[in-house]
């Protein structure tokens, strides 16, 4: 198993998009955008995270992304719990053995919010909801945009012709 093929339209962004990969790209998404209708399956705190996100991504959203941002919703919501339960309880939990003495061992939510926090940083990586992941779809700006303008129309360097 190969790396994830990039997107075209996130090529386009980055600057990277060639000729040959111009040749294969799928069509353009057909999906319609995503509304604001909350899926009512939805526990009512992962119902306002949803809403909050939507809200973020406004724009880039399209129907075909509801599962995911539900899941992330739903992910979150259990990734908070399971750190409140952490600020609670302690990180370690102590049990007794058969044997006799007392023994510490990790708190179940440690492992619980370790596994959840790896499945969201993958959702937020391919939302763009992370700084790294915003940075390899910007496009560059220029700093002045008069001064693009102007060098598009009027080069400071006037070709000669040949021989002069």
């Known amino acids: 198993m190969g790396r994830r093929p990039i997107p075209t339209a ?3 962004c980055r600057g990277t998009l060639r000729k040959r990969d111009r040749k294969a790209a799928p069509a353009p998404s057909t999906w319609p955008p995503l509304g604001n209708d909350v899926p009512d399956w939805l526990a009512p705190d992962a119902a306002e995270v949803y809403v909050r996100v939507v809200k ?3 724009g880039t959203l399209t129907a075909g992304d ?3 941002l539900s899941r992330y919703a739903s ?3 259990h990734w908070r719990r399971a750190h409140q339960t952490l600020a609670d309880e302690g990180p370690t939990l102590t049990v007794k053995t058969m044997s006799g003495p007392a023994v510490e061992k990790q708190h179940p939510a440690a492992r ?3 596994s ?3 499945e969201l940083r993958a959702i937020e990586d391919r939302f763009g909801m992370n700084a790294a992941s915003r940075r390899k779809l910007a496009a560059p700006e220029p700093a002045d945009p008069t001064a693009a303008a102007e060098s598009k129309f009027f080069p400071s360097v006037i070709p ?3 021989g002069a």
């Open 75 to 77: 992910l979150l919501c």
């Open 56 to 58: 973020l991504l406004a």
């Open 10 to 12: 996130i090529k386009r």
């Open 66 to 68: 509801e599962f995911a």
């Open 112 to 114: 619980l919010l370790t």
């Open 116 to 118: 959840i926090a790896a």
């Open 160 to 162: 000669l012709p040949n």
